[in-house]
T-cell receptor
Framework: SQKIEQNSEALNIQEGKTATLTCNYT??????LQWYRQDPGRGPVFLLL?????KEKRKERLKVTFDTTLKQSLFHITASQPADSATYLC???????????FGQGTELSVKP | DAGITQSPRHKVTETGTPVTLRCHQT?????MYWYRQDPGHGLRLIHY???????DKGEVSDGYSVSRSKTEDFLLTLESATSSQTSVYFC????????????FGPGTRLTVT
């Protein structure tokens, strides 16, 4: 079955730097991969989606890459701000239509 | 939270009692999901629905049942709650289409003593 791995250790960076989070998967290449943000005590919020035939996707300060050879997606936040502090989850389709498999998430802390 | 409400938001119950959690949406989305989130496990799918009266099991469905009699409501029932079902439960909805991006409710924190 498909498995997703995200860095379990929290990522601590300084304000203004670029944060890079990693999502690796183990088996088949998904048709798409999604990234979500989750704040403490709240539900995840959809951020970005990248298709398997797209190498890169951007939205404001966010950039996602998708490397099907490496079976990896990278999520970048440029010019990071303390308000970007949250847990970021990657998710991909489970090849059965309508269902997603979520990674455990990586906690990002941006210090002023 | 994208027109999704969950009730109750917090519940404490005793082992062996039945519990029903409700998810209500105002988006008229076709797909609805129930997840649980636990430290060290992330989000795990319990059950999902792809239409009224159409449901299917997820990764961790044992001990849970669901019902969807109307587009807007998706109920999750713990037939006989156990301490291992202490968790935060999230409902999500999706319009479907090609990519199934999901929109989550605020969550229900359930404690089984």
């Amino acid at each position: 079955s498909q498995k997703i791995e995200q860095n379990s250790e929290a990522l601590n960076i300084q304000e203004g730097k670029t944060a890079t989070l990693t999502c690796n998967y183990t088996n088949y290449s998904p048709a798409y991969l999604q990234w979500y943000r989750q704040d403490p005590g709240r539900g995840p919020v959809f951020l970005l989606l990248i298709r398997e035939n797209e190498k890169e996707k951007r939205k404001e300060r966010l950039k996602v890459t998708f490397d099907t050879t490496l079976k990896q997606s990278l999520f970048h936040i440029t010019a990071s701000q303390p308000a970007d502090s949250a847990t970021y989850l990657c998710a991909l389709d489970d090849n059965q239509g309508g269902k997603l498999i979520f990674g455990q998430g990586t906690e990002l802390s941006v210090k002023p | 939270d994208a027109g999704i409400t969950q009730s109750p938001r917090h519940k404490v119950t005793e082992t062996g009692t039945p519990v029903t959690l409700r998810c209500h949406q105002t988006e008229n989305h076709r797909y609805m999901y129930w997840y649980r989130q636990d430290p060290g496990h992330g989000l795990r799918l319990i059950h999902y629905s792809y239409g009224v009266k159409d449901t299917d099991k997820g990764e961790v469905s044992d001990g849970y049942s669901v019902s969807r009699s109307k587009t807007e409501d998706f109920l999750l029932t713990l037939e006989s709650a156990t301490s291992s079902q202490t968790s935060v439960y999230f409902c999500a909805i999706s319009a479907g289409g090609e990519f199934h991006e999901q929109y989550f409710g605020p969550g229900t924190r359930l404690t089984v003593t």
